[in-house]
């Protein structure tokens, strides 16, 4: 079974500022997905940034990016210029290219995003 | 649209109650979720349905029914819950269910009490 780990319950960055959230994953397969997902206190869960692991360019959305690791099972969020929107809680989700439970996110735990002003 | 619209909001049921939980899409989606959140938890995986057939049902028990009675809408009814059933209930969809790198949307939620 895959397991995502993400390390930091909680965060905190200045309005403007760039934070860097963490994740790490255990798999076997060679090839999968990456998300990260926003759950802001409307509850919404809200897809942010996407990543396949066969190819080895970094996504980018605006001022979200990723730092992805395969090696070293590692796919991190950096938000530039924070802003007070991007609070929220943040979900890692792993999904296989093969399965059979229907290509079901597997999330992290989360972490919780504060931006202060 | 690229709304998942979930009513209600909010429930309060008892245990003895029978009540449903509705998602509607108009995105023309094929694929549709239900997921069961606990506060400051992740989501957790409860069913699938693909061109309006149950395609995975993750062990969930028979208290809880989903039902898709076309394309457009997904409703899960509630019957005789327990107290640690009381969560949020979120709806998702996408395109088809078979591309793994494929966007879901999610509704706003159900958050339900069962007393």
């Known amino acids: 079974a895959q397991t995502v780990t993400q390390s930091q319950p909680e965060m905190s960055v200045q309005e403007a500022e760039t934070v860097t959230l963490s994740c790490t994953y255990d798999?076997?397969?060679?090839?999968?997905?990456l998300f990260w997902y926003k759950q802001p206190p409307s509850r919404q869960m809200i897809l942010v940034i996407r990543?396949?692991?066969?190819?080895?360019q970094n996504a980018t959305e605006n001022r979200f990016s990723v730092n992805f690791q395969k090696a070293a099972k590692s796919f991190s969020l950096k938000i530039s210029d924070s802003q007070l929107g991007d609070a929220a809680m943040y979900f890692c989700?792993?999904?296989?290219?093969?399965?059979?439970?229907?290509?079901?996110?597997?999330f992290g735990k989360g972490t919780s995003l504060l931006v202060t002003p | 649209d690229t709304e998942v619209t979930q009513t209600p909001k909010h429930l309060v049921m008892g245990m003895t109650n029978k009540k449903s939980l509705k998602c509607e899409q108009h995105m023309g989606h094929r694929a549709m979720y239900w997921y069961k959140q606990k506060a400051k938890k992740p989501p957790e995986l409860m069913f699938v349905?693909?061109?309006?057939?149950?395609?995975i049902n993750e062990s969930v028990p028979s208290r809880f029914s989903p039902e898709c009675p076309n394309s457009s809408l997904l409703n899960l009814h509630l019957h005789a819950l327990q107290p640690e059933d009381s969560a949020l209930y979120l709806c998702a969809s996408s395109q088809e269910e078979g591309t793994p790198y494929e966007k879901l949307f999610f509704g706003s939620g159900t958050q339900l009490s069962v007393l």
């Open positions: 990543q396949e692991a066969y190819k080895q």
């Open positions: 989700a792993y999904r296989p290219h093969n399965s059979n439970s229907g290509y079901a996110l597997n």
């Open positions: 349905y693909s061109y309006e057939k149950l395609s």
């Open positions: 798999t076997s397969e060679s090839d999968y997905y």
